[in-house]
């Protein structure tokens, strides 16, 4: 029950919240920011209770980074000083204040546990590794460290629990994209300055300047890089492994990971990392290690999978970009390695469970269509589901990469313990459903039934060779389906060849004119964020 | 030089896919296997019976249709041949060994069945997953890939023989094909060659467009022809080039080239000789299906192979095939959206300028040969360069 105190001044203050403004026609979202930027004249009023909510958040987050800071004050500044990236995470909070606008109640309260999930683990990371990073100086870990492609789920590692495995290109690539869309066009640059067509996948080109920039902090004794997920990103692995100069050992899952032959294969080729590590760093095999990791996702996959009941009802406080980016955080770069996320997700689907006893509905019950969010998002525009819910009532239940690996993983058999990883592997972030054949990606119909979805939202990404080239039968599958259907063209990391307007702009059009609906924030529906982080 | 005596009827075969020698072997009863890519080895879809049939979409001038499905911003090549197919130019095929060599290459040959635009009662697709690294794991992955979608398709969906005795025949018929092809690309190491690279590429072009079979006593006289040719008086061109990369099935590329002063004296990309023309050699205790698995995976050099081992192994061929063919640079290709090759022809150019010394111009390009005025002017450009780069090394040396 609502504090009576917090209710009256709640019904006070009415006219500050943004979403009552929207309802009422004398205002909006978009009322409190600054043209052209991402910057707030003043932050959101949400009433007593969730204001105070998410300003604790942002305190908390504070405190992590403040952490960050006096656990390794020398490396963060030599950091600052030597990468260009760093200076982007100064974006973060900003980041998380666009990600959760209209987030009310038990919404925002599972995004901001989820957010501080990442911020806390994220802050610990970018310490160690700087810590340890030879380019400034090194430290009493650097050999420990196992640098491996960010979109190789590092669970596979935890058998070696005196190595420290880092997804290498997470802190300068991976993750800061998401918070701030001005800096990757830098390193595509780079990258096409030393004659990289522009039409190669954007995150790869990223990655390339990056690469090339010699912006990757440079750690461990032997590198594990990935096939995964695509064509571009296995071609940027040429360059990574010559300028990292390390010894290394591509793991090259299945790409037709759809059939029976593919697992066998993957298998052997975990094994065989495992034995390069071995050898490379004189470490044994720790089977039993491994276990007590598996046991973490495998908990974790078995509250998702709850999760996902929920999501298939109009009670699920959690949707939209918590969701996406805490499965990907959690999943891709975590993977069972850290007691947080397990924790997190046992408070989580608590909560869910309660709105579901209560019926609850989110975002006010506004919400008009359940759209599933298909394809390789784009990283700068990460408050998009934010968006789509805010201005038109799509709720985003659940995003393609959010389906990642979800088998369990034996933890008692190390025979089966590597099959099942391969398999859990082979279906790793925008590789599930983004390659190995027509049915991965004709999955996305039956994913949209069975989470009671009306509506897709396809991410056309526009160098995404694999999914152009399924355009016009996705398409045809739409209309014969009978499906809401948009396609939201985006670049992926380059933010001036499609902006954020321009999506926006996308599911307008089909909004206003296919659809024949009025927003629900007129002031969402067209503005201009380009010099936005 | 004296023309060819074939070369105009080779000329005349490259117009089609279904030329007059695929629709003769057809109307004998054989079938026709389309394929794309080098991994799948052609000397298996040349078993008793059958002939092989590397896909091409010669004179396509719009791919509107394929367009559509594919999007403009996915690679030409392969838009073509989906667009060919629709059209109803491959409906001679028996079946389509496909390979999921790239993403575009994959979509386009799923679409052979999503679309079934190839009217063959018996026709169908298989799509290998082919590995990306030489060690024995992946070999073991090829190996199985290759037996579960292309020799157990062949034989349980078209009867063809795959016995052991079949397959030492067909690659017995193969290293014939190969020897003859090399025999005559070799004449292209000579200072004053006998061939241009554009005849060349013509004869390797048919050899990989039409029956073995039928082609073969063409190919026979021609290398008979050329060993008593009189070359010109002196070498007409002003470099000698090796072309490298992506997809070129169009001999008038390399006319192009030649046209702005430099003799293409090797072919190292797909649809060239190097890889495809060489011998498989059965090693003892080897089946004659793992020679061919391993044949193919020691000598491709597709851009997606990861391994440092493999990556090395493109650009070191590629200086033998400098020193062989005493080339004086390398013009490095990429079809517009191929993502591996793009990002394989910034490296090369960087390995082969920066530690190998050997000058290199890298360019992009379309599937059908349109506009080529800039081309053109690069070509000029890169062959004034080492022309310059002669005489400074003339000046040098006295």
């Known amino acids: 029950m609502k504090n009576p105190v917090t209710a009256f001044i709640d019904k006070k203050l009415k006219k500050l919240d943004p979403l009552w403004q929207a309802e009422n026609g004398v205002g909006g979202q978009r009322v409190r920011f600054h043209d052209k930027t991402g910057i707030a004249k003043y932050r959101e009023w949400r009433g007593v209770h969730d204001t105070m909510v998410d300003y604790l958040a942002w305190l908390n987050n504070l405190k992590s980074m403040g952490l960050m800071v006096a656990m390794a004050p020398l490396p963060v500044l030599k950091g600052i000083w030597e990468y260009r990236w760093m200076g982007s995470y100064l974006g973060t909070f900003a980041f998380i204040d666009r990600l959760y606008q209209g987030y009310r109640g038990p919404e925002l309260k599972i995004a901001h546990m989820h957010m501080h999930a990442i911020v806390q683990s994220l802050t610990k990371k970018i310490a160690l590794v700087l810590s340890n990073d030879r380019r400034l100086g090194g430290g009493p870990l650097t050999d420990r460290m196992v640098p491996m492609d960010e979109v190789l789920p590092p669970l596979f590692m935890a058998g070696f629990p005196n190595l420290i495995p880092i997804p290498l290109q997470t802190l300068p690539e991976f993750i800061i994209c998401d918070i701030d869309q001005q800096l990757e066009p830098f390193y595509i640059d780079v990258a096409e300055s030393f004659g990289l067509a522009a039409d190669v996948c954007s995150r790869c080109a990223a990655e390339t300047g990056v690469t090339f920039n010699d912006d990757f902090p440079l750690i461990g004794k032997a590198f594990l890089s990935t096939n995964m997920p695509c064509n571009a990103s296995e071609a940027t692995s040429m360059f990574q492994r010559r300028r990292i100069d390390l010894p290394d050992f591509p793991v090259t899952l299945a790409m037709i990971h759809n059939e029976p032959g593919a697992h066998p294969y993957s298998t052997q080729m975990l094994r065989d990392a495992i034995k390069f590590i071995e050898e490379e760093y004189g470490e044994k095999y720790d089977w039993d290690a491994l276990f007590a990791r598996a046991r973490h996702m495998n908990e974790q996959n078995t509250i998702e999978l709850e999760k996902w009941d929920f999501f298939k009802t109009d009670y699920s406080p959690l949707s939209g970009i918590s969701e996406t980016l805490y499965r990907l955080y959690g999943w891709a770069s975590v993977n069972g390695q850290e007691d947080y996320f397990t924790k997190v997700d046992r408070k989580v689907i608590k909560i869910m469970r309660r709105c579901y006893e209560k019926k609850y509905l989110p975002f006010g019950g506004k919400t008009r269509h359940r759209a599933f969010l298909w394809g390789p998002s784009a990283v700068y525009y990460t408050d998009f589901p934010t968006w789509t819910q805010n201005c038109w009532g799509i709720t985003i239940v659940l995003n393609m990469d959010s389906t990642m690996g979800h088998n369990m993983i034996s933890t008692t058999d190390p025979e089966q313990a590597i099959k099942d990883l391969a398999e859990f592997s082979e279906k790793g972030v925008m590789r599930h459903h983004a390659v190995g054949g027509w049915d991965n990606v004709n999955a996305v119909w039956d994913w949209a039934k069975r989470f009671n979805c009306d509506m897709v939202l396809m991410n056309d990404n526009v160098a995404c060779k694999g999914m152009n080239g399924v355009h016009a039968m996705m398409e045809e599958q739409a209309r014969e389906l009978g499906f809401h259907f948009i396609f939201v063209e985006h670049d992926l990391e380059d933010c001036r060849t499609i902006s954020r307007r321009d999506m926006r702009n996308c599911v307008n059009s089909y909004m206003s004119v296919v659809a024949n609906e009025e927003p629900l924030d007129p002031t969402l529906v067209d503005f201009d964020d380009s010099e936005a982080w | 030089m004296k023309d060819l005596r074939h070369l105009i009827y080779f000329e005349n075969l490259l117009q089609e896919a279904n030329n007059e020698l695929v629709s003769q072997a057809v109307d004998e009863g054989k079938l026709a296997l389309g394929y794309n890519c080098y991994y799948i080895p052609e000397v298996l879809l040349n078993l008793p019976g059958c002939f092989s049939s590397r896909l091409r979409a010669p004179r396509c001038q719009s791919a509107d249709v394929a367009t559509y499905y594919m999007t403009n911003r996915n690679c030409p090549y392969v838009r073509s041949i989906l667009e060919r197919a629709i059209e109803g130019g491959y409906n001679y095929l028996s079946a389509l060994f496909g390979a999921e060599g790239c993403a575009a290459m994959e979509r ?214 400098v020193d062989e063919f005493q080339a004086d640079g390398v013009v490095y290709e990429s079809m517009k959206f191929c993502e591996f090759w793009s990002y394989e022809k910034v490296l090369a150019s960087h390995v082969l300028q920066n530690e190998l010394g050997v000058p290199c111009c890298t360019i992009e390009k379309e599937y059908a040969l349109g506009s080529v005025g800039q081309l053109r002017t690069r070509f000029q450009a890169f062959v004034e360069s080492l022309e310059i780069k002669q005489i400074q090394a003339k000046e040098a040396g006295r």
Not at chain 2, 115 to 122: A, C, F, G, S, T
Not at chain 2, 274 to 280: A, L, N
């Open chain 2, 108 to 321: 386009m040959e799923e679409h052979f069945f999503l679309l079934n635009p190839v009217k063959n009662d018996r026709f169908f697709v298989t799509i290998i997953d082919p590995p990306m690294k030489e060690d024995q794991t992946s070999l073991d992955y090829y190996k199985a890939q290759l037996k579960l979608k292309v020799v157990d398709a062949m034989h349980e969906k078209l009867g063809v023989d795959t016995s052991e005795e079949a397959m030492r025949q067909a690659v017995a018929e193969f290293n014939e094909l190969c020897d003859i092809i090399t025999e005559i690309g070799n004449f292209r190491k000579l200072p004053n060659p006998p061939i241009t690279g554009y005849e060349f590429h013509v004869i390797q072009l048919v050899s990989q467009a039409c029956p073995h079979y039928l082609i073969l006593p063409y190919l026979r006289e021609t290398l008979e022809e050329i060993r008593t040719r009189e070359p010109e008086p002196k070498f007409p061109f002003r470099a000698r080039i090796i072309l490298a990369g992506s997809e070129i099935d169009d001999p008038d590329f390399t006319k192009l080239v030649e046209s702005c002063g430099a003799m293409v004296v090797a072919d190292r990309y797909c649809f060239g000789s190097f890889p495809s023309r060489e011998r498989i050699e059965i090693a003892e205790g080897e089946t004659a299906f793992e020679a061919i698995a391993r044949h193919y995976l020691h000598w491709n050099q597709c851009a997606r192979f990861m391994a440092g081992d493999k990556i090395d192994q493109r650009h070191t061929e590629l200086k033998r095939l």
